[in-house]
């Protein structure tokens, strides 16, 4: 399995631009989600989706939108970029397991807007 | 609103030692707690607690959960240069699938 894949790795936009940030698992779990992680303000949740077909906004949803339309892939969509959505972006996965949900990360999104 | 506090916010020592990490939080209907090791790229699942005074334990790293003191403690014995990292708590929120992260302890062990 290749777990919880991101792409692209890194990523510069211009204030104004749009871009999908891709999130893939092969786990078969129900639960993804997208969380940014900005310098002392630890991981914040800014979407996630229980299913297929299935989203809710998290702490943090303005100015991203996703879909969830299999149960394998989960973008996220930059809709018009703007300096303060300078972070990492990561991606999960989780799964019931033992009387909660295990949650697994991909490796990342650095995104710089300029 | 739920609050996770993660104590000390940072903590250096050196190759052997051993240190206790803490968690507490304030999360309504909690179920179960997730800890997290991050380098410097994703956070690395280590452990989930469901359960109060159960420890759960994996090489030199071990952890605890007190549903009732609303409190979590990571524990790592004999300390590497390997170990250095960032530690993060994450109790389930309402019992859902959803975290809430805390802001997380800084570990570093010098040789």
């Known amino acids: 399995n290749a777990g919880v894949t991101q792409t692209p790795k890194f990523q510069v936009l211009k204030t104004g631009q749009s871009m999908t940030l891709q999130c893939a698992q092969d786990?078969?779990?129900?639960?993804m989600s997208w969380y940014r992680q900005d310098p002392g303000m630890g991981l914040r949740l800014i979407h996630y989706s229980v299913g297929a077909g299935i989203t809710d906004q998290g702490e943090v949803p303005n100015g991203y939108n996703v879909s969830r339309s299999t149960t394998e892939d989960f973008p996220l969509r930059l809709l018009s970029a703007a300096p303060s959505q300078t972070s990492v972006y990561f991606c999960?996965?989780?799964?019931?397991?033992?009387?909660?949900?295990?949650?697994?990360f991909g490796p990342g999104t650095r995104l710089t807007v300029t | 609103e739920d609050k996770v506090v993660q104590s000390p916010l940072s903590l250096v020592v050196h190759e052997g030692d051993t240190v206790t990490l803490n968690c507490s939080y304030e999360v309504t209907n909690f179920r179960s707690l997730l800890w997290y090791k991050q380098e410097k790229k994703a956070p690395t699942f280590l452990f989930m607690l469901t359960s109060s005074g159960i420890e759960k334990k994996s090489g030199r790293l071990s952890s605890i959960l007190d549903k009732k003191e609303l409190f979590s403690i990571l524990n790592i014995t004999a300390t590497q240069t390997g170990d250095s990292a960032v530690y993060l708590c994450a109790p389930d929120q309402g019992g859902s699938e959803k975290l809430v992260f805390g802001k997380g302890t800084k570990l570093t062990v010098n040789p």
């Open positions: 786990m078969n779990h129900e639960y």
């Open positions: 999960a996965s989780s799964y019931y397991s033992g009387g909660g949900y295990e949650q697994y």
